[in-house]
């Protein structure tokens, strides 16, 4: 495995109650779909297609990332200004697909997954993501939409980018790939039209395009974000907001990468030291990781492995940057995560082999986010003014490496505009359900918690022992299915979360101890 896809990884992936009074809304809300409202939409005589609005879809096919599977949906396009302050000039075509529940007359509500990264399309993740969304299928469509910059909506490809992270921390050659991949869109895009602001104004576009419906969003990791903006700028369009994994306002991506994964980490290892076995097979894991990354430091090594996904043999360089990329793509989830010491393990003793072919297998989800620079626009405009040098991340493991990468990027990568309140919360009295791993390495806990603080129809559930994007895990499609009919967080019956605990550490690859 290189080098450049480990870096990519890791940037993309461094890459967001009420009562009394309030309750006549929560009933007038609920009511609609309670009473079965049907959606706006109508048959297209002739066709096996839908008209929403003024909006046409066709039968399509979404494909899943490396198999030959695909998913059915419905399929449209809609056409809004790549400039919002000059809708005469170039126009963006959105992808949008449509993905009918199971209700013969669904409410008129719609669903909408906003998509992580950034980068992500929500078109392309639908085919993961759907696990999490079968109980709001139930009486619900779901609306996807490519946020501007990915999948079909004018994504801002760029292989320039995906070459830059072999330049490791070489700065200005960084900041020379990044100039090429700027030449290399100039064509066809504006990159500083590339915002979480912009998207935000995209999908009210397309929402008052289907006829506007109420929207039921549901964000995911930096979606968060773009949800928690969108219910600032257009709060009588949202009926409900489901958060997995949510990012504050406030927040600075890039900040706390490296603090948030040591957090993870110690907690991860934290169980294998409360159990016999574990601590009697590993010792303590977290110096063992800190052991092997200060030798890489002296001396780096080359692996051979078999990679696992085509069986081929290859080589990858094994450094302490590279060794704290893989950790933090174990520590996403809890399935691999329970692997994390005994490959640390395996690794100290000299055989490195199953570390570096466990970690190509988890990167096949990030690899196409690898040539994405929609990233850039965001970070640039949202986060580079407000991210400081962090001296204090030397010695954590990930180190502050993606700090200098990000500042070095926007040093010349063109900046949109923020809003004067982006970093201000989102307040009011939607109803929230926020959803949180405990383990989360990137978007801890504490994150929903200090969301929540501001919005007094909300509530957070944390799941023991879970890592990033719990949304389709053990009961929550049940429980967002129940809140996004009830619109009452407060009220969902959720005891069964208490069923979530860490996932045993492997002893040896046939499993934990009995």
């Keep these: 495995m290189d080098r450049r896809r480990i870096m990519s990884a890791a940037i993309v992936v461094a890459v967001l109650a009420f009562v009394g009074a309030r309750a006549w809304l929560r009933e007038s809300r609920t009511e609609g779909a309670a009473e079965g409202a049907s959606a706006a939409y109508v048959r297209i005589p002739g066709t096996d297609g839908?008209?929403?609005?003024?909006?046409?879809?066709?039968?399509?096919?979404?494909?899943?990332?490396?198999?030959a599977a695909?998913?059915?949906?419905?399929?449209?396009?809609?056409?809004?200004?790549?400039?919002?302050?000059?809708?005469?000039?170039?126009?963006?075509?959105?992808?949008?697909?449509?993905?009918?529940?199971?209700?013969?007359?669904?409410?008129?509500?719609?669903?909408?997954?906003?998509?992580?990264?950034?980068?992500?399309?929500?078109?392309?993740?639908?085919?993961?993501?759907?696990?999490?969304?079968?109980?709001?299928?139930?009486?619900?469509?779901v609306l996807l939409l490519d946020q501007r910059g990915t999948g079909g909506s004018n994504a801002l490809t760029c292989k320039q980018m995906d070459d830059a992270m072999e330049a490791g921390f070489d700065i200005a050659r960084v900041q020379d790939q990044a100039r090429?991949?700027?030449?290399?869109?100039?064509?066809?895009?504006?990159?500083?039209?590339?915002?979480?602001?912009?998207?935000?104004?995209?999908?009210?576009?397309?929402?008052?395009?289907?006829?506007?419906?109420?929207?039921?969003?549901?964000?995911?990791?930096?979606?968060?974000?773009?949800?928690?903006?969108?219910?600032?700028?257009?709060?009588?369009?949202?009926?409900?907001?489901?958060?997995?994994?949510?990012?504050?306002?406030?927040?600075?991506?890039?900040?706390?990468?490296?603090?948030?994964l040591d957090a993870s980490l110690r907690a991860q290892f934290a169980e294998c030291e409360r159990t016999p076995a574990c601590k009697e097979r590993f010792g303590d894991p977290w110096q063992s990781l800190i052991a092997?990354?200060?030798?890489?430091?002296?001396?780096?090594?080359?692996?051979?492995?078999?990679?696992?996904?085509?069986?081929?043999?290859?080589?990858?360089?094994?450094?302490?940057?590279?060794?704290?990329?893989?950790?933090?793509?174990?520590?996403?989830?809890?399935?691999?995560?329970?692997l994390l010491p005994l490959a640390i393990r395996q690794a100290a003793e000299g055989d490195a082999a199953p570390l570096v072919a466990q970690s190509r297998m988890l990167m096949r989800q990030f690899e196409s986010l690898g040539t994405n620079a929609m990233q850039w626009s965001v970070i640039c405009a949202e986060d580079a003014d407000r991210l400081e040098p962090r001296p204090q991340d030397a010695d954590s493991v990930l180190g502050r490496e993606i700090v200098d990468v990000f500042r070095a990027v926007c040093d010349v990568w063109p900046r949109g505009t923020r809003e004067a309140d982006f970093a201000e919360p989102a307040a009011g009295d939607v109803p929230v359900l926020l959803l949180s791993g405990a383990f989360d390495p990137i978007t801890p806990p504490a994150y929903a918690e200090a969301i929540a603080a501001h919005l007094p129809n909300a509530r957070v559930l944390v799941a023991e022992g879970q890592g990033h994007n719990v949304i389709g895990r053990g009961c929550f499609p049940r429980l967002v299915a129940r809140f996004v009919d009830t619109l009452d967080a407060a009220a969902l019956d959720a005891g069964c979360v208490d069923d979530f605990a860490p996932t045993p550490a492997f002893l040896d690859f046939n499993g934990a101890a009995p």
């Excluded at 839908?50 to 198999?67: D, K, Y």
Aim: charged share 20%.
């Design 292 to 338: 092997l990354r200060d030798r890489l430091r002296a001396v780096p090594q080359d692996v051979a492995y078999r990679d696992p996904v085509d069986a081929t043999r290859k080589t990858a360089r094994l450094d302490p940057y590279v060794l704290a990329m893989l950790a933090r793509m174990y520590a996403y989830t809890p399935e691999t995560a329970a």
């Design 50 to 67: 839908l008209r929403f609005g003024e909006l046409a879809f066709s039968p399509c096919e979404l494909a899943q990332p490396n198999t």
């Design 70 to 141: 695909t998913v059915s949906a419905l399929c449209a396009s809609h056409a809004v200004p790549e400039d919002w302050n000059r809708p005469s000039g170039r126009s963006i075509d959105l992808r949008l697909a449509l993905i009918r529940g199971r209700a013969t007359s669904p409410a008129r509500d719609l669903v909408v997954l906003l998509a992580g990264g950034p980068g992500q399309a929500a078109t392309e993740v639908w085919p993961q993501a759907a696990g999490g969304f079968s109980g709001l299928l139930a009486r619900r469509d």
């Design 180 to 260: 090429r991949c700027l030449a290399e869109l100039a064509p066809r895009a504006d990159v500083r039209q590339y915002t979480t602001g912009a998207a935000v104004r995209d999908l009210e576009a397309v929402r008052v395009a289907l006829g506007s419906p109420p929207l039921d969003l549901v964000g995911v990791s930096y979606g968060t974000r773009v949800a928690q903006q969108f219910v600032k700028r257009y709060p009588g369009a949202v009926r409900s907001i489901v958060l997995d994994s949510a990012v504050p306002n406030d927040h600075v991506f890039g900040s706390a990468i490296a603090s948030n």
